[in-house]
Nanobody, 123 residues
Framework: HVQLVESGGGSVQAGGSLRLSCVAS????????MGWFRQAAGKEREPIAA????????WYADSVKGRFTISRDNAKNTLYLQLNSLKPEDTAIYYC?????????????????WGQGTQVTVS
């Protein structure tokens, strides 16, 4: 079993930055792949970034490529998402997810473990 706890959300103006964190605990093999999703009001939860355990393989949705950076510190069991050049359309609840196998770009239904989410609001 895996537990995920996100933090770091908040309200920022357009063009600003935030860094989200996700502290993970539980079975290491079950979180070989970790990712970030977001869900805006009235929309489906969408994948935005993912990273494999070694950190050498990453994936980004086109909508965030070049603005967001995913990273992980395995020693701290922490996943990060650096959000730069934020836009109002980035407003959403951001979720951390984990899965034993890397399924880059696959929908939320393919991921097994989830955090509770953290709100990001860009005005």
């Amino acid at each position: 079993h895996v537990q995920l706890v996100e933090s770091g959300g908040g309200s920022v103006q357009a063009g600003g930055s935030l860094r989200l964190s996700c502290v993970a605990s539980g079975d290491t093999a079950s979180r070989n792949c970790m990712g970030w999703f977001r869900q805006a009001a009235g929309k489906e939860r969408e994948p935005i970034a993912a990273i494999y355990t070694g950190g050498s393989r990453t994936w980004y949705a086109d909508s965030v490529k070049g603005r967001f950076t995913i990273s992980r510190d395995n020693a701290k069991n922490t996943l990060y998402l650096q959000l730069n050049s934020l836009k109002p359309e980035d407003t959403a609840i951001y979720y951390c997810a984990a899965e034993p196998r890397c399924l880059f770009g696959t929908p939320a239904s393919s991921w097994r473990y989830w955090g509770q989410g953290t709100q990001v609001t860009v005005s």
